[in-house]
């Protein structure tokens, strides 16, 4: 059983910025790639930035330029840094890890309860 807790959302004007953190906890064997999508009122989930466990990263061409997908494997962590927020950014954000278990040895996908991020005008 794995479980990823996210922090860090919040209310921020225009061009602010703000980061996000997931932990991830549990029976972990390994992580391999680690990823934040966003959900709008009414949408699907759609991808923001992934990252592989030595640090390739890629990014959704809406946030190109101006967020950042980092990890810290010691701490089981991956951050997301938001700068020049955008009003078009708001939208609930949700961390992915894909974990291998230590107690199955498989490999498998899990998800963080989500944090909202408001961007005002």
């Known amino acids: 059983q794995v479980q990823l807790v996210e922090s860090g959302g919040g209310l921020v004007q225009a061009g602010g910025s703000l980061r996000l953190s997931c932990v991830a906890s549990g029976y972990i064997g390994s992580i391999n790639d680690m990823g934040w999508y966003r959900q709008y009122p009414g949408e699907q989930r759609e991808l923001v930035a992934t990252i592989t466990s030595d640090g390739s990263a890629n990014y959704a061409n809406s946030v190109k330029g101006r967020f950042t997908i980092s990890r810290d494997n010691a701490k089981n962590t991956v951050y997301l840094q938001m700068n020049r927020l955008k009003p078009e950014d708001t939208a609930v954000y949700y961390c992915?890890?894909?974990?291998?278990?230590?107690?199955?040895?498989?490999?498998?996908?899990?998800w963080g309860q989500g944090t909202r991020v408001t961007v005002s005008s």
């Open positions: 992915w890890s894909l974990v291998v278990v230590s107690t199955t040895r498989l490999r498998d996908p899990y």
